[in-house]
């Protein structure tokens, strides 16, 4: 039997630019206003995929904790070796795990460190890597802004012959550099311009997601949805008007409504008691507003214990990213988007040794591959909506990782 790996976790003082601290572009990230986890080095990873792709990721996660000794005298959410995991959004795809060599987190002017391995503590850049901003040029998409109009408008049919109530429609843009894209440049800038979304980087899926699909700590769960999307102007009085009108929108409010059933429902089985509010507030993001609800619940860990795991098996794809019926709804994705998500719209995040964790949606985000990085932008499909204005939201939600990427020929 192979000696165990042992595992330290250490307090390391107060506040840290976790961003600034990540060596090399293929580092992780989970970071929202300077909180949350950055990692680097690769101890162990691998990828699943199928329907059973979240309990074969448990699987792995638990054979590789058999391996490890953990001393973690900090304690707390995101302490102790840590599982990056980024699921694709089809059970057809590969989802990617990976647990790095060198975690640090940050909450509350708080940060400590985890390292794997016999060696001392990891040293920490004292300076933070000076990173040259690059230009790109763009290419199309799968589908032209035209065609992609045309499937909105067959969707709508559909939607309206009755098959299904809603359904997701994304799609795509490719920008390209003259030399292997840095995601640190990218991680950065979103940070700056978006602090209230969390940041993410993963095996090369890098973004700002505002929606939390999951967090779980202490048998306390909670899920934010985000549903019906307008258009900031950056006039305060002009904007407290539209965020006005989002919040009366009846199609918006339909789409936040069927959102908000999936994960409601999907939620329940876990819990002994939920609160969903009533009402959906107005979330106010640097370009754009959103319907959002809160749901939260008090999970029942009798008699088996439930885990991250768990509840995203049921939990994904909700109606934010696919539709509903769900079911109905990715056949009509599959038939009308021509293109492969990957892990665009999959759960994004982390998840510690006790099965707890965060994960987003990955949304506001691209997938990176040497100089080029393919962009993803989706819109909820109901009765009421319209091609042109669909586009147009489409293309706002291009903006957070177009911005970002900076300069463009």
Known sequence: MLPLIPVTTTHIGEHLPLLELLPDPESFSWVRRGDGLVGWGVHATTTVSGDNRF????????????????????HGAGTG??????????????????????????????????????KPQPELLEEPVHLQPMKYSWQDGTLTPFQWQEQVAYAIEVIKEGRIDKVVL?????????????????LRNLAAEYPSTWVFLIAGLVGATPELLLRLNKAMVTSRVLAGTISKTGDDEKDLALSASLARSSKDLEEHMYAVRSVTESLAPFCSSTNVPDSPYVLHLANVMHLATD?????????????????LEKLHPSAAVCGTPTSIAANVIADLEG????????????????????????????????????????????????PKKELVESQVKFAPMTSALGNFD
């Open 339 to 386: 293109m492969s998500r990957g892990r665009y719209a999959g759960p994004v995040g982390w998840i510690d040794a006790h099965g707890d964790g965060e994960l987003g949606i990955a949304l506001r985000c691209g997938q990176i591959d040497e100089n080029k990085i393919r962009l993803f932008a989706g819109c909820g499909i109901v009765a009421g909506s319209n």
């Open 170 to 186: 994304a799609r795509d843009i490719t920008a390209v550099a003259d030399d292997a894209i840095d995601s640190r440049v990218i």
């Open 81 to 118: 070796p840590i599982l990056f995991s980024s699921f694709s959004f089809s059970p057809a795809e590969e989802s990617v795990l990976v647990i790095p060599k060198v975690v640090v987190g940050m909450r509350n002017e708080k940060s400590w460190i985890t390292w794997i391995g016999e």
């Open 55 to 74: 309990r074969e990721a448990r699987e792995w996660w638990h054979e590789q904790l058999g391996k490890l000794a953990i001393a973690d005298s900090v």
């Open 295 to 311: 749901v939260t619940g008090a999970v029942d860990n009798s008699p088996n214990h439930i885990d991250a795991f768990s509840i």
